[in-house]
């Protein structure tokens, strides 16, 4: 188990040099070098030359290509040319933002999809599994940004003109916190933040959801028709304890594999979904880059989006390899 | 519609009216189809005679389109159709091969059949748009009187904050989201097929090389990849394209590459190796038609991603400046709170057009498995 952790770490390694050298490609495609952004008639073309034989930038290729690696690897990721700050202190700011609405997300795909898809399995070609199955289907057919604006016009915008609705059913329309957070104490600090994540990580997860409930079906389907779930039924357990004890915890294995899988759509949605809800995250911070041409702070972004995604499938396949005892790895 | 009586062959006054023939010999679904899409044309004609007599004096290329799209769509009901239907319906009773199988076992899946009429539906509709809408997508007119104003007869969708009409510039809407998922789909569709195969059948090092380049590409998320290669052009409609051809191939690859891996070990391929024949021959003749099955499965599915990818481009600001679904949600979206509908509407254009390419694809994917049992 241990070797083949270290193996599947040494196999990340390769992959996220590759990630780094497709990041530099597709930057060095892009039209202009960092010094068209002070080309003013009051700055001399000499100046520009300087500029350029300071930062490097008339090196041969791979020499640039090496810096520029060392630098990323150990952390600098250089200078944002549109915030003015350092791109490290900029996402450091954004990265747990991101990772706080995805993680919430995250948890709500599984905890609705493994639900739903257990509801759909134990009531087979019933009509409340035929519903459910055309409502995931239909749900997972929706843009996630298109579902972020309706969710905000059905629970923040729509409740305002209706007396009678509930005052706590009234979500925030965007943001992280309300204007009078800092004032607040720590509960209510804490309530405030889980009050402005409902509508974007309902919108952010649903449709996975629904993807997630779908493969759980078909797991616990497959799982239902063993041996085992008989000899467990004869021995007149309850069928509540047949499902939830024993048929679940087989059913879940190829679930787990899905975390892995699902992390590059968490992320694009995220950034759709950062959007619509003004959410200070990676997402806002790389649209807001690239409308800037701000190169620097689009491939620091970038590249740390690629790290997370093979993070969390490496942390995905090691889950798995614990958990599962039948795979053997050489 | 009895304009055209001597394209029917028969003698029987039945005829006249498309599809009747065939419910009366008891092929009820595709009496009843041919029926609808006859219906689809007279009614196109009865409403929008002004604006097909004016395809001749305006000529618009859309405009010739549609007016081909409605005679192939006359043709089919009232000449060919009743012969091609009754043509296919005898061999399909008969034949046995793979296609077929799949296309009887494609039939059975009713939720996939119903996705299947959607989808016709909904391309006629984009096809035939300059007849069904007597509005112009981009016409303003009297801001003060037309705009925001709420569905009504008139405007089934409602306006938006110009005082256009919504039904109009979501059908104008997804001829370009259609265009550009169709396009983008077979490129990215083609090239992961053939990378995959190219991939699977050789093995060792190409093999290796290729499917690192894939797994780098697969761990970017595809909106960021997106947007970030989008970003060093300037942004048309060739690039958004190219740029979603070019960057949604992996996962294709991935699974042609899986399906390759098996076939390459088959006898049919050694055969073919031990007759001498090329690699280029055995790829192209004997390995991908042998995984057309999964690849049409990923092409459907992929269309309605590719189709929620550009909304999600467009709603960013990286998308076409043409008016694409997710452009009038972008654009109805400030204006939420006074004219809900526009941004609604327009995705549900979407939803719908999604729903039944997954309705579809689910259905291929069952019928062109052999391993489900039957």
Known sequence: MIRY??????????????????????MHLAPGDPTAMLIRPDVSPEVLEQLRENWGLNDPIHVQYLKWLT??????????????????????????????????????????????GIVQAVRQYSLLDNTLTFGTLFIYSMPSFWLAIMLILAFAYGPQLIS???????????????????????WSKLGDRLYHLVLPSIALGVSSAAAVARYMRSSMLEVIRQDYIRTARAKGLSERTVILKHALKNALLPIITLVGLYLPFLFSGAVLVESVFAWPGMGTTIVGAILQRDYPLVMATSFLFAVMVVIGNLFADLLYAAIDPRIRYE | MSERPERSRSHSPATLIPGLTLILSGRRRSGFSMMALGLSAVVVIAFGLERVVGTFSVGRVDQWVAMLTLVIIIAIAWGIGPWFTRNIELEADWGSSQWKIAWREFQKNR????????????????????????????????IAATR??????????????????????????SRVSLTIGFIAVSISISLGTFVGAVAGYFGG??????????????????????????????????????????????????????????????EFIEAARALGLGAP??????????????????????????????????????????????????????????????????????????VSLNLVGDGLRDALDPRLNR
């Open chain 1, 5 to 26: 952790a270290a193996r599947r770490l040494l196999q990340a390694v390769p992959l996220i040099l590759g990630i780094l050298t497709l990041i530099f490609l597709l």
């Open chain 1, 71 to 116: 630098n990323f690897l150990s952390g600098d990721f250089g200078y944002s040319y549109s915030q003015h700050r350092e791109i490290e202190t900029i996402l450091a700011d954004r990265i747990p933002n991101t990772l706080i609405l995805s993680g919430t997300s995250l948890i709500l795909i599984f905890a609705i999809g493994i639900a739903v």
């Open chain 1, 164 to 186: 009678w609705w509930p005052g706590w059913l009234k979500f925030p329309i965007s943001g992280m916190t309300s204007v009078s957070y800092d004032m607040m104490g720590f």
């Open chain 2, 111 to 142: 939720l996939a059949v119903i996705g299947m009429y959607l989808l016709v539906i909904i391309c006629l509709a984009t096809l035939l748009t300059p007849f069904l809408t007597p509005y112009d997508p981009a016409h303003i007119g009297d």
């Open chain 2, 148 to 173: 925001n104003l709420p569905p009504s007869l008139a405007h089934p969708m409602g306006t938006d904050k110009f005082g256009r009409d919504v039904l109009t510039r979501v059908l104008y809407g």
């Open chain 2, 205 to 266: 090092a190409v093999d290796n090389v290729l499917m690192r380049i894939v797994d780098m590409l697969i761990s970017f998320p595809r909106l960021v990849l997106l947007i970030t290669v989008i970003a060093l052009f300037d942004i048309s409609l060739t690039i958004v394209i190219l740029v979603l051809g070019f960057t949604l191939w992996p996962s294709t690859a991935r699974i042609v590459r899986g399906e390759v891996l098996s076939l390459r070990e088959r």
């Open chain 2, 281 to 354: 021959r055995i790829i192209f003749r004997h390995i991908v038609p042998n995984v057309m099955g999964p690849v049409i499965v990923a092409a459907t599915l992929g269309l309605g991603n590719i189709i929620l990818i550009e909304a999600g481009l467009s709603f960013l600001g990286f998308g076409v400046q043409a008016p694409t679904w997710g452009v009038i949600i972008k654009d109805g979206y400030p204006n939420l709170t006074a004219a809900p509908w526009v941004t609604t509407f327009a995705g549900f254009a979407i939803v719908f057009t999604v």
